[in-house]
């Protein structure tokens, strides 16, 4: 197995297996609370679904589509996905925000599935949060899988690292059951963060022409050379966060005096009932799940993204001689992310 073999199949193995985590921790709280029929009846049509997603466009991705083309949007899909995970990763890790919990989750969705009664039969609040979980998970597989694996030209290979995540993940769920607390989840988020964007800067400049040195050897130097600035990145954090703390703790009383009134003021909300049409409640959610799918509550690193990608493109056909490409390429990505990154600390 190549190097970049290697990294293909340990990216889509933690990828796969955390987003497998986190669609196992509902599946266990709608089986213990709701029962284990709707629960596994909205896994498998779920299953059934992500199956038909990857029938009609898996193949059709590998044999119609241009290689470099692909290369270039995947390298675009890649970087943005890698960023969200990575942003969220480093904040988590300097404690900027609150690490994912899985016995909280588990906890949570219990007490709300628990305040609604049983149905006789089929119990379709279950089925639906089961179905959804598993779905929403795995479409971001099936994403990671198939830009991965294609782009790679090695599809069978991503496609055999996630069913070994999913096997390795469906076996801990069935010893362990909700005793998912104990999972790095954080440090495997942070290392598939830097895997997804290794990989989407080497495809996206190789599908726009860049001539990365040292061909498929870039992909971990590049791990590298974003794993040293995470790193940095989130010392960096841990320094300020605790130099925050030590100011705003100083200011305890003040801030208590301010929160009480705010939230006085925020008492009894007006709730406006939505006088839409179906299809055009339809059409909004469907437009509202993928704009959270892709873009979230970060639209800068979707913007930023693109036009990091446009850049490279412009100065590929435009620039002087000496410039190089496969440098201004990843320092744009690591400037990216830590002016997101510093947004996100000064927003705090």
Not at 4 to 18: C, D, G, K
Not at 279 to 287: D, K, Q, T, W
């Amino acid at each position: 197995m190549s190097s970049s073999e290697v990294v293909l199949a340990v990216a889509v193995f933690l990828a796969s297996a955390v987003e497998m985590i986190e669609a196992l921790t509902i599946v266990l709280a709608v089986g213990v609370t709701r029962g284990w029929k709707s629960a596994l009846e909205g896994v498998l049509v779920a299953l059934c679904v992500l199956a038909a997603i990857v029938l009609a466009f898996g193949p059709a991705l590998v044999k119609y589509v241009p290689i470099n083309l692909l290369r270039s949007v995947v390298g675009g899909v890649l970087l943005i996905f890698g960023l969200q995970w990575l942003r969220k990763a480093v904040l988590r890790a300097s404690g900027l925000k609150e690490k994912r919990n899985e016995d909280l989750v588990y906890r949570s969705t219990v007490t709300k599935l628990a305040t609604n009664p049983k149905l006789t039969q089929r119990d379709m609040q279950g089925f639906t949060l089961a179905f959804k979980g598993v779905f929403i998970e795995g479409l971001e597989v099936i994403v990671i899988v198939l830009t991965l694996g294609s782009s790679a030209h090695d599809l069978g290979l991503a496609v055999v690292s996630a069913l070994v995540a999913f096997v390795a993940v469906a076996l801990v769920g069935v010893v362990v059951s909700r005793q998912l607390s104990g999972v790095p989840e954080n440090a495997m988020k942070l290392m598939v963060g830097l895997m997804l964007v290794s990989f989407g800067t080497f495809w996206g400049g190789e599908g726009m022409g860049v001539d990365w040195p040292g061909s498929d050897l870039m992909i971990p130097i590049l791990v590298l050379a974003y794993g040293v600035v995470t790193f940095v990145l989130v010392k960096i954090l841990l320094s300020l966060a605790k130099a925050r703390s030590l100011a705003d703790d100083a200011k305890v009383a003040g801030s208590s005096v301010l929160a009480s009134k705010a939230s006085s003021a925020g008492k009894n909300p007006v709730i406006l009932e939505s006088n839409k049409v179906l299809p055009a409640r339809f059409g909004e959610a469907f437009l509202k799940f993928w704009w959270e799918f892709f873009i979230g509550d970060t639209p800068e690193l979707f913007i930023g993204t693109l036009m990091i990608l446009a850049v490279v493109e412009f100065l590929l056909h435009t620039h002087a001689p000496g410039f190089s490409t496969p440098l201004i390429l990843p320092v744009l990505v690591m400037v990216l992310l830590n002016s997101t990154v510093v947004r996100a600390y000064r927003h705090r």
